[in-house]
């Protein structure tokens, strides 16, 4: 069964700082991988979406890279800025597991002026 | 606007009185979903449905029931709702290459 691990589970830093946030995953056998912003109370919004044959994807000051072999994933933001204080969640859709999409636990990122 | 749209946002309710979330996407998707999100479990899926009067069981399905009689609409029902229901539901549409679209969120607290 799939499993999907984002560390860490909260981080604080500075704005203007650029900083990677974790997404790693137990088997590599997926069909795409998904990372979501989630504001407090609030809905998932799409950031990226990267297919398995893609390495990496980008978006503005958002940057994913995807490494299947490894079971991982990144989320880079370059120059941070307080609004994009939210927690960030990664979701993977498995080969042969169905519909199902397995999503990470979040990483609450809080950018401070 | 492309949107999926869902009704209440907010439920106060007691337990064992029906209720229905209803869930709507103006994207033309086959493919319409709900979870729910607990502190501490993350997103799980409650039921899916690949298009009309097809649907299938999440990985947290009792409880619940679903119904899907048009592509644009695809409804949540608790039939006895409980206090274990508590918690927040998202609906959730996917277009075909399988990028999610997710609603505002609905949360439900059953006392």
């Known amino acids: 069964k799939q499993e999907v691990t984002q560390i860490p589970a909260a981080l604080s830093v500075p704005e203007g700082e650029n900083l990677v946030l974790n997404c790693s995953f137990t088997d590599s056998a997926i069909y795409n991988l998904q990372w979501f912003r989630q504001d407090p109370g609030k809905g998932l919004t799409s950031l990226l979406l990267?297919?398995?044959?893609?390495r990496e994807q980008t978006s503005g000051r958002l940057n994913a890279s995807l490494d299947k072999s490894s079971g991982r994933s990144t989320l880079y933001i370059a120059a941070s800025q307080p609004g994009d204080s939210a927690t960030y969640l990664c979701a993977v859709k498995t080969n042969n597991a169905g519909n199902m999409l397995t999503f990470g636990g979040g990483t609450r990122l809080m950018v401070k002026p | 606007e492309a949107q999926v749209t869902q009704n209440p946002r907010y439920l106060i309710t007691v337990t064992g009185k029906k209720l229905t979330v209803t869930c709507s996407q103006n994207m033309n998707h086959e493919y319409m979903s709900w979870y729910r999100q607990d502190p501490g479990l993350g997103l799980r899926q409650i039921y899916y449905?690949?298009?009309?009067?097809?649907?299938d069981k999440g990985d947290v399905p009792e409880g619940y029931k679903v119904s899907r009689k048009e592509k644009r609409n695809f409804p949540l029902i608790l039939e006895s709702p409980s206090p274990n229901q508590t918690s927040l539901y998202f609906c959730?549409?996917?277009?075909?290459?399988?990028?999610?679209?997710f609603g505002p969120g609905t949360r439900l607290t059953v006392t």
């Open positions: 449905s690949m298009n009309v009067e097809v649907t």
């Open positions: 990267i297919q398995s044959s893609q």
């Open positions: 959730a549409s996917r277009d075909r290459v399988y990028e999610q679209y």
